[in-house]
């Protein structure tokens, strides 16, 4: 999955994504939250989901967004975790809209 071309904030509660493919990912706070890969919210071993999504804040929001190399960002939420690395893969998976919410 290549990088996308633009990455923007347009509000704490929100990170957007346009892909080289022209298709906008608007990705929630909560949403990113709640899919956080880190080993501290999914289980190295069984791959087991380890944070209760009810646990996650309707109202998170993300604090910045960081580039990961050249494959990858990293949130800094507001509830001060910041452990998770999403790849172009994870995020476009991620995407709500109801084009991608199908799959």
Do not use: N
């Given at each position: 999955m290549?990088?996308p071309?633009?990455?923007s904030?347009?509000t704490p509660?929100?990170?957007?994504l346009t892909w080289g493919d022209?298709?906008?990912?608007p990705?929630?706070?909560?949403?990113?939250r709640?899919?956080?890969p880190?080993?501290?919210c999914v289980?190295?071993?069984?791959?087991?989901?380890?944070?209760?999504?009810?646990?996650?804040?309707?109202?998170?929001q993300v604090?910045?967004?960081?580039?990961?190399g050249?494959?990858?960002?990293?949130?800094?939420?507001?509830?001060?975790?910041d452990?998770?690395?999403y790849?172009?893969?994870?995020?476009r998976?991620?995407?709500?809209?109801?084009?991608?919410?199908?799959?």
């Amino acid at each position: 999955m290549p990088a996308p071309k633009d990455i923007s904030q347009p509000t704490p509660a929100e990170v957007h994504l346009t892909w080289g493919d022209g298709h906008e990912s608007p990705l929630p706070a909560a949403l990113l939250r709640r899919a956080c890969p880190c080993a501290g919210c999914v289980h190295e071993w069984t791959g087991e989901q380890q944070l209760a999504p009810e646990s996650v804040a309707e109202d998170m929001q993300v604090s910045a967004v960081r580039r990961d190399g050249l494959y990858a960002l990293q949130f800094v939420f507001s509830d001060r975790h910041d452990t998770g690395i999403y790849t172009w893969d994870r995020l476009r998976e991620l995407c709500p809209c109801p084009d991608c919410s199908p799959r």
